[in-house]
Antibody
Framework: EVELVQSGAEVKKPGESLKISCKGA????????IGWVRQMPGKGLEWMGI????????RYSPSFQGHVTISADKSITTAYLHWSSLKASDTAIYYC??????????????WGQGTMVTVSS | QPVLTQPPSVSGAPGQRVTISCTGS?????????VHWYQQLPGTAPKLLIY???KRPSGVPDRFSGSKSGTSASLVITGLQAEDEADYYC????????????FGGGTKLTVL
């Protein structure tokens, strides 16, 4: 079964760093783009960026470029979303999702269960 | 503000037909980029509903259909059922944003 399993909920203080994870299973992890989507409380979906695990080619939305880092470790079929300094406005559910095909404009197909990140002093 | 514009809410009675619009511009839907639609039930992750404008993934009922014309796209749901009550999002890509993906603001469907 193709699945993405995300790390658990996090509660952090402003200024702290955080890395959340997304482990892929049941498919060739290296050869499908995998991305991150933010959903702030009561709000819509926001496309953050995608990574191709085989060569770590990464594309970011201009809205998120410089604020987060997307990475992947293909040896353990895991993608990551990293913040070096969290803000209260980073409070949201973060979903990882695998694109259906192998191009950057493919839709998101397989979704993780979401990771709730709460940033509060 | 989302790059793609959707109505905040639509509603319909069971058995009726509803249409959800998604309006973009010449740099996204009006360009070469396809439109995809997602359904998000309360408290769950989104689910791919329609891809490449009008294709349904395996398991999605044919009550759901999509279309694209010019700088807009539409999702049509016929034979409304109570379990269709959810948030619906369109998604495409935008050349003015370095080819990054963009979502619509989402539409809350209420089944009366």
């Amino acid at each position: 079964e193709v699945e993405l399993v995300q790390s658990g909920a996090e509660v952090k203080k402003p200024g702290e760093s955080l890395k959340i994870s997304c482990k892929g299973a049941g498919y060739n992890f290296n050869n499908f783009w995998i991305g991150w989507v933010r959903q702030m409380p009561g709000k819509g979906l926001e496309w953050m960026g995608i990574i191709y695990p085989d060569d770590s080619d990464t594309r970011y939305s201009p809205s998120f470029q410089g604020h987060v880092t997307i990475s992947a470790d293909k040896s353990i079929t895991t993608a990551y979303l990293h913040w070096s300094s969290l803000k209260a406005s980073d409070t949201a559910i973060y979903y990882c999702s695998r694109l259906v095909g192998t191009t950057t404009v493919d839709p998101f197909h397989i979704w993780g269960q979401g990771t709730m990140v709460t940033v509060s002093s | 503000q989302p790059v793609l514009t959707q109505p905040p809410s639509v509603s319909g009675a069971p058995g009726q037909r509803v249409t959800i619009s998604c309006t973009g511009s010449s740099s996204n839907i009006g360009a070469r980029y396809d439109v995809h639609w997602y359904q998000q039930l309360p408290g769950t992750a989104p689910k791919l509903l329609i891809y490449i404008n009008n294709k349904r993934p395996s398991g999605v009922p044919d009550r759901f259909s999509g279309s694209k014309s010019g700088t807009s796209a539409s999702l049509v749901i016929t034979g409304l059922q109570a379990e269709d009550e959810a948030d619906y999002y369109c998604q495409s890509y935008d050349s003015s944003l370095s080819g990054s993906g963009v979502f619509g603001g989402g539409t809350k469907l209420t089944v009366l």
